[in-house]
């Protein structure tokens, strides 16, 4: 007989995926419609067997009551994030940035005298996103020295907050990026490959989970937000409540990018859609 049928593992019942689905909701803002207990299990398996747990429901109380619960919460939204991503992701979008959306910026700040640039990723995974971001600006900069430039950067993984600083990464993770691009701003590490500490050195990176209304309204002064493929994990109420504080991060005139299946429809009414080709960006005027 397969083992798996002789030891099946442990079953997450529908009140306890209820109790776990609206502690992370609680937590994180990160929403689990009941067609997902499956895929929530399947999540924290691996944590039941970390903590040396025989069910789900002794996991919840561990969340909840523990001393060292506050540990274990920074490995449940490791596990339950998915950090799928690549360099140069969604190319029209790239495209517009640095050929509109930057150029048009850097044009305004100069009437004003300004010469300072910061750009957010928010949600920015194991740091291909953000990474993509610097290599960007550092092209339309083309090695002026005389503009402040940075690149937050911010998840709620620690352990993709650990790799994105590492800056290595295989061929996979580069499979959009053209030749150029990669002879300019990486160099071979054996069968992978690490940022260049030019682009490495733009970018700060910071844990930052984005259902802490406190924490994010301390995020302002930005000229342009990536924060692309994360609406998907909230709800339209927890939506609404974090595109009205996105808004008030950015700088008028600032743009924010989401995901090219996303929409801000229903929503929210404050930004200007601005059409560009093959993508969409939302201007604030």
């Not at 009941?34 to 040396?52: C, I, P, V």
């Not at 069910?55 to 506050?70: G, H, I, T, V």
């Not at 740091?127 to 092209?139: D, R």
Request: include cysteine.
């Amino acid at each position: 007989m397969d083992d798996r049928l002789k030891n099946p593992g442990p079953v997450m019942t529908d009140e306890t995926f209820v109790l776990l689905r609206d502690f992370i909701y609680e937590q994180s803002g990160i929403f689990f419609a009941d067609n997902r207990k499956d895929q929530l299990a399947s999540r924290l398996a691996f944590r039941l067997k970390a903590n040396n747990l025989s069910d789900f429901e002794k996991y919840y109380y561990l969340l909840k009551y523990d001393q060292n619960a506050a540990r274990e919460l920074r490995a449940l939204f490791d596990s339950v994030t998915t950090n799928e991503t690549s360099f140069f992701r969604s190319p029209p979008q790239i495209q517009a940035f640095q050929d509109k959306v930057l150029p048009e910026i850097m044009a305004a700040k100069e009437r004003r005298g300004e010469k300072t640039l910061r750009l957010w990723s928010a949600g920015c995974s194991t740091g291909e996103e953000p990474y993509t971001m610097a290599i960007v600006l550092s092209q339309v900069m083309n090695g002026r020295r005389d503009w402040d430039v940075k690149v937050v950067a911010s998840d709620i993984s620690e352990k993709a907050l650990r790799s994105a600083k590492e800056a290595v990464y295989g061929e996979y993770s580069l499979r959009s990026v053209p030749p150029e691009i990669k002879r300019d701003f990486f160099v071979a590490a054996g069968s992978s490959y690490r940022i260049v500490d030019e682009v490495k050195d733009m970018v700060e990176f910071q844990f930052l989970n984005l259902s802490d209304t406190r924490r994010v309204q301390l995020m302002r002064g930005f000229d342009v937000i990536f924060c692309r493929n994360v609406l998907i994990y909230f709800d339209d109420q927890v939506k609404k409540r974090f595109v009205s504080q996105l808004y008030d991060c950015l700088n008028h005139g600032g743009y924010l990018f989401i995901g090219h299946s996303e929409s801000l429809h229903n929503i929210s009414r404050a930004f200007k859609l601005v059409h560009f080709p093959g993508a969409l960006a939302y201007k604030k005027e």
